[in-house]
């Protein structure tokens, strides 16, 4: 399973840092990115770190805001969220896939329960 923790209230042009923790499985031979899901949408992955290259892609909507890192040696990814907007808000959610170039919804074998975060004054 996948563990999601860190999300809050935060003002904009805050940071956050989200953390995404595996249990029962390891990390290395998946694909593994970050979701989100804001009020009314759908959700839309927004980074992931790639099988078997382990290169990090970002959606431009985070793209120099945010950074995911990982941990092999706590099997956790991360993601840092910096100079955070009001569109920003959404639930988080971390997703393993199996052996894959890329994060893709439907093909994702594991998720976590989410976490929420919220950007406000």
Same mark, same amino acid.
């Given at each position: 399973? &996948? ?12 940071? &956050? ?7 029962? !499985? @390891? #990390? $290395? ?23 078997? $290259? ?5 959606? +431009?909507?985070?793209?120099?805001? !945010?950074?995911?890192?990982? $941990?092999?040696?706590?099997? @956790?990814?991360? #993601?840092?969220? $910096?100079? #955070?907007?009001?569109? +920003? ?11 894959? #170039? ?20």
């Amino acid at each position: 399973q &996948l563990v999601e923790s860190g999300g809050g209230l935060v003002e904009p042009g805050g940071s &956050l840092r989200l953390s995404c923790a595996a249990s029962g !499985f @390891t #990390l $290395d031979k998946y694909a593994i990115g970050w979701f989100r899901q804001a009020p009314g949408k759908v959700r839309e992955a927004i980074s992931c770190i790639n099988y078997p $290259d382990r290169t990090t892609e970002y959606a +431009d909507s985070v793209n120099g805001r !945010f950074t995911m890192s990982r $941990d092999n040696s706590k099997n @956790t990814v991360y #993601l840092h969220m $910096d100079i #955070l907007i009001p569109e +920003d808000t959404a639930v988080y959610y971390c997703g393993a896939v199996w052996r894959s #170039l890329a994060c893709v919804d439907p093909s994702v074998n594991y998720w976590g329960q989410g976490t929420l975060v919220i950007v406000s004054s």
